[in-house]
């Protein structure tokens, strides 16, 4: 969408968020060990952190992380089937679609929002 002139930002370093969810029945030994919510909040931190991907074309896998030069990835499209998928996900499951909200933008949605 760069094209559109919706800001990405490639040049600047970005940050990763995690969750962390109750596992108490699977993965604290089973059950035998329970989490102490009396810690949270618990955080996380990352260092060094290179995103790695993997993508399939004709039934073949290819990989590469952040830092090498096959960054083929960065650049992946969906093809009609997983289009189809992706717009399954977000009627069954999307709550909230900025692109839809006339309310939030009524100068005009934001330019990324005008696909075909």
């Known amino acids: 969408m760069e094209s559109k002139g919706v800001p990405?930002?490639?040049n600047q370093a970005m940050r990763i968020y995690s969750s962390l969810w109750n596992a108490d029945d699977w993965a604290t030994r089973g059950g035998l060990v329970?989490?102490?919510?009396?810690q949270a909040p618990f955080t996380a931190s990352y260092r060094n952190f290179n995103a790695n991907a993997?993508?399939?074309?004709s039934g073949?896998?290819?990989c590469?992380?952040?830092?090498?030069n096959n960054n083929a990835w960065l650049s992946e499209e969906l093809d009609s089937t997983s289009h189809q998928r992706l717009n399954w996900v977000q009627k069954n499951y999307m709550i909230y679609n900025y692109c839809t909200d006339t309310?939030?933008?009524?100068q005009g949605l934001p330019p990324e929002c005008n696909t075909p």
Do not use: G
């Not at 329970?34 to 009396?38: C, H, L, P, S, Y």
């Not at 993997?54 to 074309?57: E, F, K, L, R």
């Not at 309310?103 to 009524?106: D, G, V």
């Open 54 to 57: 993997c993508t399939v074309s």
């Open 8 to 10: 990405f930002p490639k």
């Open 64 to 68: 590469a992380s952040s830092n090498t």
């Open 103 to 106: 309310k939030r933008f009524p």
């Open 34 to 38: 329970k989490t102490d919510w009396a």
């Open 60 to 62: 073949t896998s290819s």
